[in-house]
């Protein structure tokens, strides 16, 4: 979503814009290769390696968060890291193998050959500018290079115009709570799930899952005992019509970059319960409803007064102001010219 929101963006300036994830892609076609996702080395270590043997500016979008919430620095803290990356990525290897994914087991092979710490070390510092999505994140990753490779917070934005053609009922019609998100331990769907029991609440889940965290989700919807519905990945259009109808929208993920759907349930009329993360802060300061723990009561409280009083309509207005396309698609053009003339 991310990448098509900029893409968009571009677009409306002007920019001819080529989505693609061909290594063979000729890099003499483009003025700047942007590159997505730090910590997903074997999603993007093939086109860093093209793009850098090309001498074209490279920008990455890290969407990064640590999950102990500090810098990235201690040589054990690195090493085990990347041992346990390096360890989902053979996992992912022989899953390529199995199903036949040639080019998916071409991408992952270069990272396993080079290893998921290098790969991530040459980029964070290799790359022409850095384009992290909140302040927060700007300052673990100016912790964590070792480079001179300058930073630009470019925050997340969304289409208000889109929100805006989509039916919103009045708060006393509205009958749902949502909670958007593929299904990993990241999100941390489990816990909502464990403090709603005994609770009236029911959440509507949408999503799908990776191959890896198949058992999580099945586990979810187990211990839901029906009560709670899991309606799988569904389409844009329809998640906004979903958020329409909704008076609340729960994150309480372990990690968040802050994500795109609390922006857009904010522009639908629906409150936010948000985790403690910094970047999450960023973005909605004092005007979400935030637990303070992962603990099954504080989560149960503040989705209770999430659900109890209709948006006072300053949140919405926060994301209009500072968080739409219109009011930031100048300053992803500027970067993208920044490294151009450099």
Request: a positive charge; proline letters at 6%; aromatic letters at 8%.
């Amino acid at each position: 979503m991310q990448l098509h929101s900029s893409a968009a963006m571009l677009r409306e300036l002007g920019c001819e814009v080529t989505l693609s994830s061909d290594p063979g892609l000729d890099p003499s076609l483009f003025d700047v290769i942007h590159l997505w996702h730090l910590e997903r080395c074997h999603d993007t270590w093939l086109l860093f390696q093209m793009a850098r043997k090309s001498g074209k500016p490279i920008l990455l979008s890290p969407i990064y968060w640590p999950w102990n919430h500090l810098p990235l620095k201690s040589n054990g803290a690195k090493w085990l890291r990347g041992f346990k990356e390096d360890g989902k990525n053979w996992i992912r290897f022989f899953n390529a193998v199995r199903t036949g994914s040639n080019l998916y087991k071409r991408f992952i092979a270069a990272a396993l050959r080079t290893g998921w710490l290098k790969c991530r070390e040459a980029m964070l510092n290799g790359v022409s500018m850095l384009l992290p999505n909140s302040p927060s994140e700007a300052e673990i990753l100016r912790a964590e290079k070792s480079s001179n490779v300058p930073i630009l917070v470019v925050p997340n934005v969304v289409d208000d115009r889109k929100c805006g053609s989509f039916p919103r009922l009045p708060w006393n019609e509205r009958d749902l709570i949502l909670c958007v998100g593929h299904f990993c331990p990241r999100k941390n769907q489990l816990a909502l799930i464990d403090a709603l029991k005994g609770s009236s609440l029911s959440v509507t889940f949408i999503g799908g899952l990776r191959p890896m965290h198949r058992g999580y989700f099945e586990h979810c919807r187990r211990v839901s005992s029906g009560r709670h519905h899991f309606l799988g990945n569904l389409s844009h259009d329809d998640v906004l019509q979903l958020m329409g109808r909704a008076k609340a929208h729960i994150h309480v993920s372990k990690l968040e970059t802050p994500g795109l759907v609390n922006l857009e349930a904010a522009l639908m009329g629906c409150n936010l319960v948000l985790p403690p993360v910094a970047p999450v802060r960023d973005y909605f300061g004092s005007l979400g409803n935030y637990i303070r723990s992962y603990a099954r009561e504080d989560i149960r409280r503040e989705l209770e007064k999430a659900v109890s009083v209709p948006p006072n309509g300053a949140l919405e207005e926060h994301v209009r102001r500072n968080f739409t396309q219109d009011q930031l698609r100048q300053s992803l053009f500027d970067a993208y010219a920044c490294v151009v003339r450099r």
